[in-house]
């Protein structure tokens, strides 16, 4: 194992050259015209596996490609399987960016590029580890599956297809991921629970065009008084939602997880501020910490309805609409409550409005097992290439490819954060500390010895 840190200090340069690279191609999945260039970005990927010694190929699945290497000469050793995406969202309005964004700069230990943490950098480091085990020891200690895909950053619509269909390819006995971030920098992370998320339209609709409103306000009922009714109806003054069952199959945290969660390096009036509210506001009991990542939640995205232009114009709304998402938390079945959401809404809105309700998306929570062999590795191998303890953090945000792991494998995913909170993912400049980089290639070689057994 030290040869092979000693190896990924050698080649430092060499595989820092590989980031850039990658992070040149334009591989931008949400655009037709860079079709190629994620073309390109998997095909680019495919030629390093093979260049460091794993069995490579190019699969076509109906919309961008994904890349499937391997190496698996371990008999009787576990099966790992990395997953990452090279494709990378736009580049949003190209004056907010210091230097073109495909073109990468170096800049203070930072590499500034679109993709440079999402997740190009981030899904190197397992090549880099894995790299560095077959230059020095001619193997690996475990076997080693990659699936690296192209359509992430448009919600990978082909990837579950795709693992169903090569279920034997992709069999392992745990996934491997790094495309989330570190809760500070310099603090290794890893990331446990994710939350749902349930998306929903409510429509209501009232007479067949804008009334005016004196001469026939106060006769029938206006659909944004109404819908205004409904949402304020959604949670009660403790901040707690309304809808019946809504937390029957919350997992309550133990005593033991709260207090490691309120012991992560989160300053709730710092974080508040930064976010620029006046005053922090969520359900009753329980922390920032807490409301932010393992408590679901409902909020309205956006309402629409009636006269919303300059002046005023007074008229009853024909109709009036909301988007309402909800953050769900293990083990909130989100089918289960689509219907019961239905059902709510529907008994609520009274009959002297029409109601519609459409679906935009649905994707069910995940919660990894904390003190399984592979968490306990990573945390092992993080702690010595950091020097610091590891942090477990439950995240807010969504990433239904768990789910998606857990039901058509059977496995459990490990996800190992080496973006940095500044990092800007998506937005402008985005960056990635070069450090943190170097550091968790030495942590994932080590993790590959650790997982050995
Ligand atoms: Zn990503």
Known sequence: MDKCVEYLREHRREHLDW???LCRIPSISTKEEHKQDVAAAVRWTHELCEKIGLKSRVYETGGHPAVCAEWCHAPGAPTYLVYGHVDVQPTGDLALWDAPPFEPVQKDGWLIARGAADDKGQVLVYLRAAAAWLATAGKLPVNLKFLIEGEEEIASPNLGPFVEQHRELLACDHVLISDTGLIRDGWPTITYATRG?????????????????????????NPANVLAALIASLHDESGRVTIPGFYDDVVELSDEQR???SALPLDEKEYITSLGSPAPHGEAGYTTAERRSVRPTLDVNGIYGGFMAEGANTIIPARAGAKISMRLVA?????KLSGVFDRTVRERVPDTVRVEILNHGACGAYMAPRDSQPMKAAERALREAFGKETALMPEGGSLPILPMFKRLLGVDCLLIGLASPSCNAHGPNEKVLLADLDRGAEAVARLFGYLAG
């Not at 083990?331 to 089918?335: G, K, L, R």
């Open 259 to 261: 207090a490691q969660l």
């Open 19 to 21: 980031t850039i690279e």
């Open 197 to 221: 998320l349930l998306y929903k339209e409510v429509r209501l609709s009232g007479p067949h065009h804008d009334l005016h409103s004196g001469s026939h306000g106060g006769v029938v009922a």
């Open 331 to 335: 083990n909130q079945d989100a089918e």
